[in-house]
């Protein structure tokens, strides 16, 4: 079974500044996407990048960038010129890519902050 | 507009009745997923659906169990043997094609007391 490992709970950052969340994996698949979905106070799920594994280069959306190490099995995001509607929870999520419509596996998130 | 719908927002039971959480989407999609979040956690998948009349079980499906009669629904049912059915659900689809883009709906938070 695939497990995912978010080891910050909680992060702070100023306004404007960067912050990068971490992530690490584990599976036996060399197949794979990993997402990063952001949860603000209303609880929706909103997916913020995806990243497919078979891709050495990282993914970028806007400010939203991955440093995806596939050996180390590693997933970080990182977020530039941070906002104040940047503050949620930030979840890591893995799924196989393999044939099936399997669900995703989830980190326990991270809290992020930002300070005005 | 296109979207997943779930409905009520918040609901609330006694203990030892079943409760039956409704999803449904108009997205056309054909896989659809129920997920269960607690405090501090992350989500966990209960059940899933391919196609219609057909479903799986996630990593915690005892004492829930679900139907799909039809593509656009996806109804999850909290029975009276869910031993802590109180947390945040959500359901979320996707299309077969990409089924990687999973589209999550706004959530039920259900309160057994």
């Known amino acids: 079974a695939q497990t995912v490992t978010q080891s910050q709970p909680e992060m702070s950052v100023q306004e404007a500044e960067t912050v990068t969340l971490s992530c690490t994996y584990d599976t036996s698949e060399s197949d794979y996407y990993l997402f990063w979905y952001k949860q603000p106070p209303s609880r929706q799920m909103i997916l913020v990048i995806r990243?497919?594994?078979?891709?050495?280069q990282n993914a970028t959306e806007n400010r939203f960038s991955v440093n995806f190490q596939k050996a180390a099995k590693s997933f970080s995001l990182k977020i530039s010129d941070s906002q104040l509607g940047d503050a949620a929870m930030y979840f890591c999520a893995y799924l196989n890519s393999g044939g099936g419509a399997d669900g995703l596996t989830f980190g326990k998130g991270t809290h992020l902050i930002i300070q005005p | 507009d296109g979207g997943i719908t779930q409905s009520p927002k918040y609901l609330f039971r006694k203990e030892g009745q079943n409760v039956t959480l409704s999803c449904e989407q108009n997205l056309n999609h054909d896989a659809m997923y129920w997920y269960r979040q607690d405090p501090g956690q992350g989500l966990r998948l209960i059940y899933y659906s391919q196609i219609v009349n057909d479903f799986q079980k996630g990593d915690i499906a005892e004492g829930y169990s679900v139907s799909r009669e039809k593509k656009e629904s996806f109804p999850l049912t909290v029975t009276s043997a869910q031993k802590n059915p109180t947390a945040f659900y959500l359901c979320?689809?996707?299309?077969?094609?990409?089924?990687?883009?999973?589209?999550f709906g706004p959530g039920t938070r259900l309160t057994v007391t």
């Open positions: 990243q497919e594994a078979y891709k050495q």
């Open positions: 979320a689809s996707s299309p077969d094609s990409l089924r990687s883009k999973q589209y």
